[in-house]
């Protein structure tokens, strides 16, 4: 996975899906569908122009070519929304009946991150609900069996 660093204020991190503001450590936590989408823009933020249609099939696959016009509207205003809220505007501009174009004077770097520092969440939810039903099932067996002497 790839983290990117933006104008050297945010952090994107691909694999958490989050946005860190180095100036006020603020972080945002994107949805699946949304870090998806800026993970393509940012990929291709050399282009001069991101067509619609790439940015659909790199969010949805072969289903993208089913996509309307306004899930993409909604999926670029969600985008924005959660960049302004950490205080990145205008990573992108919407030109009408084109696509999307990547704002020149912002200035992203990639890096690679080593696997070790990819942060898998801990599945200690599953160790707690086999503690508990272990519990119950002595509990169980404790005051439910006859003593027999």
Not at 23 to 44: D, G, P, W
Not at 93 to 112: A, F, H, V
Request: with cysteine; proline share 3%.
């Amino acid at each position: 996975m790839r983290q990117h660093k933006i104008n050297n204020q945010f952090i994107y991190n691909e694999s958490l899906r989050e946005i860190t503001s180095l100036r006020s450590n603020a972080v945002i936590k994107m949805t699946f569908m949304r870090a998806r989408c800026l993970s393509y823009l940012i990929e291709n933020a050399h282009q001069e122009l991101i067509t619609r249609e790439g940015v659909a099939y790199a969010v949805w696959g072969e289903r993208g070519k089913f996509i309307s016009d306004a899930n993409l509207t909604q999926l670029f205003y969600l985008l924005r929304r959660d960049l302004k809220k950490i205080g990145l505007q205008e990573l992108f501009m919407t030109l009408p009946r084109q696509g999307i174009k990547i704002n020149e004077n912002i200035i992203i770097d990639t890096s690679d991150l080593p696997q070790s520092s990819i942060c898998k969440k801990p599945h200690w939810h599953k160790n707690i609900i086999a503690v508990i039903i272990s519990i119950l099932l002595a509990m169980l067996a404790v005051f439910y069996l006859p003593i027999r002497l």
